[in-house]
């Protein structure tokens, strides 16, 4: 598999990086903020589905860790999958959100950078979220 052209989109939130991640974590907590999952956020089994912009999806979350780590992958159809890299980490008393996207075969420049611009809004969405809020926990 070649190696693909990658981009990584991050944002600094005035939160506690702990606290960030353990709202974050929530897979139900998604729809509030990363609208690029779709809607419908459902549990099925192991894994999520949602209605994705182009039909349905199938999520599986990475299990609760003590590194942060937040990474999904996304099946789009059978055989399509899409790791999205997603991560928060300490940066001073807040933290910093950060989430690699990949440039796949037949994706445009356009396409990419639009996908990019998509994230940092969701990430902003997130930040928004998370600053104004008390101290948000478990799903909403």
């Known amino acids: 598999m070649p190696t693909h052209e990658a981009r990584t989109v991050s944002i600094s939130i005035e939160r506690d990086w702990r606290e960030v991640y353990e709202y974050a974590s929530v897979p139900q907590n998604f729809a509030r903020w990363a609208s690029g999952l779709g809607s419908g956020l459902e549990r099925s089994g192991e894994d999520w589905t949602a209605q994705g912009p182009e039909g349905p999806i199938r999520i599986r979350f990475s299990p609760p860790n003590e590194f942060g780590v937040l990474d999904h992958v996304v099946t789009l159809a059978p055989g ?42 969701d990430l902003e969405k997130l ?8 101290k948000p926990t478990g799903p909403t």
């Open 80 to 121: 399509v999958e899409i790791l999205i890299p997603l991560r928060v980490t300490a940066n001073g008393s807040g933290s910093e959100v950060a989430l690699t996207l990949f440039r796949l075969p037949g994706m445009t420049a356009e396409k990419f950078a639009a996908d990019a611009d998509w994230v940092q809004r």
């Open 127 to 134: 930040r928004a979220l998370l600053e104004t809020q008390r």
